[in-house]
């Protein structure tokens, strides 16, 4: 009796995750602004901040692009009246139109109200003197809500964390990768994959069309209550270890992607493993370190060393709060490289990159760079996250990305993209000074404009990477 009641839990464990992972993968493309809703249909309003990081000195400014998009993600024209309010030490100081007039608009310090005058809105914050948090949102009648949130912080001085001078690595072959860390648990739900009415394996196919390489994010303990993948333990070391061997047995190459938490690791979002809490700095930086050396060993041991290792997703707000968050900028460049020391200690040769999600963040971008550079954090390959709602347009990106590539030795590549496929990639591929590296699309198996639809049959998405692989020589 006791027995049936435990396996009907598991069973309704099992059931409840599995619903979890579709509402997560759902409200990812939400969050992307590809809602399913009616084309031409005012439908959300989309902020786009072109900084995330302020410093608290009462006077540094951010500018927030601010748009209404209908129910496919175009932009669109409105009269709209729209409502923002501002939480945190910071004021509105100005709200402008297409042209960057002045709007006619009704301002307090932490609220105001606009009508969008060509379907465009410009909003400048100036950050106070307080580090912390800033939350920005903008409402108007019968549209999805647009918010963001801004650190601001007192970057101090630079303390460096090893005394010895680093050459970076250079990475000789071209990317056209993928992240397709959802596989196993597809797989685990019977989903099979098809190109052109063939059956095979999804890596296999996607090699087939110009793939040569494979990232996959890895979590401490996801299997807890709290993490990633309850009780299954999903992206665990051991997860890992399986697909790892699948990519190199196909013949390609392995970027592994430490989130170092037991769950999502994002700008919004850096919370340390559970084991670890409670660890004084100098313990939670052995944590990290021997946590990064075990990893290594185990792929190493099975014959799947990480080609390439990113120590942190996207960490422009920092890693492993609170001691690694960007208003600890010491504390942040040690654990980094407790993370780097321990691939080394591994594997050489491994190229190492930082990834920060600021495809169109120039400014945001080098002050992180420049503040890693400061205290000599070693490091390879500058990847960002390109997602057009949350950064910017492909202008932007290819601004940033030359910018990145004239004032930093390392290379630069898009390491997450979903959208416009062809365009981000043909920026990721002709970045100046030979310093392009390539791309990583994130979960093309399973999100938003996928390359192979909700029954696993590759779609005309799959169709551009063959182009793209013979036109930039993919090997």
């Known amino acids: 009796m006791a027995n049936n009641f435990s396996k009907s839990i598991f069973r309704l464990q099992s059931l ?43 006077r540094d400014e951010v500018s927030i692009k601010v748009v209404v998009i209908d129910g496919v993600g175009t932009e669109m024209s409105t009269t709209n009246p729209v409502k923002f309010s501002l939480q945190g030490d910071a004021r509105i100081a100005r709200i402008q139109d297409v042209n960057k007039t002045d709007a006619d608009a009704k301002i307090t310090d932490t609220a105001a109200q606009a009508h969008f005058n060509n379907g465009l809105l410009w909003v400048t914050l100036v950050a106070g003197r307080t580090k912390g948090h800033v939350k920005f949102q903008a409402k108007a009648d019968s549209l999805f809500t647009g918010s963001t949130e801004i650190h601001t912080v007192q970057p101090g001085k630079p303390h460096p964390v090893t005394t010895a001078k680093y050459t970076p690595k250079k990475v000789k072959d071209k990317i056209l990768g993928a992240d397709i860390s959802f596989l196993p648990e597809l797989e685990n739900r019977g989903m099979k994959f098809s190109d052109n009415g063939n059956p095979g394996d999804a890596i296999q196919i996607m090699k087939d069309h110009g793939f040569n390489y494979i990232r996959l994010r890895i979590f401490n303990a996801p299997a807890n209550p709290k993490g990633y993948s309850p009780n299954k333990g999903f992206c665990d070391l051991e997860h890992t270890k399986q697909m790892a061997k699948r990519i190199k047995a196909a013949g390609m190459k392995f970027l592994l992607d430490f989130h170092y938490s037991d769950y999502w690791a994002d700008p919004q979002q850096q919370n340390k493993p559970a084991a670890w809490v409670g660890e004084d700095f100098t313990a939670l930086k052995k944590s990290l370190h021997d946590y990064t050396v075990n990893v290594m060993e185990e792929l190493k041991a099975q014959g799947t060393t990480p080609d390439m290792v990113q120590i942190g997703n996207e960490i422009n707000h920092g890693m492993v709060w609170p001691e690694g968050a960007i208003n600890n900028l010491d504390s942040l460049a040690q654990l980094i490289y407790a993370g780097v020391t321990g691939v080394k200690a591994v594997s050489p040769s491994t190229t190492i990159m930082l990834h920060i999600a600021l495809g169109g963040q120039n400014a945001e971008a080098r002050f992180f760079l420049d503040n890693m550079a400061a205290r000599k954090v070693p490091f390879d390959v500058i990847g960002l996250s390109y997602y057009p709602k949350w950064h ?33 990639n043909d920026i990721s591929f002709n970045v100046p000074d030979n310093k392009a590296v390539g791309s ?6 399973s999100s938003w404009e996928g390359i192979f639809d909700r029954s696993g049959k590759s779609n005309e998405y799959m169709n551009a990477y063959p182009e793209i692989a013979k036109k930039y020589n993919i090997q």
Do not use: C, H
């Open 16 to 58: 409840l995750f599995t619903i979890l992972l579709l509402i997560l993968i759902a409200s990812i493309a939400n969050a992307q602004g590809r809602r399913r809703g009616v084309a031409g249909k005012p439908s959300e309003i989309q902020v786009t901040p072109y900084k995330t990081t302020m410093l608290a000195n009462g």
């Open 392 to 424: 910017g347009t492909l202008a932007d990106l290819k601004s940033n990305m030359a910018d990145l590539a004239s004032r930093y030795p390392q290379q630069v590549m898009v390491a997450e993209y979903s959208q416009l496929k062809r365009e981000v």
């Open 440 to 445: 990583f699309i994130w979960e093309p198996i």
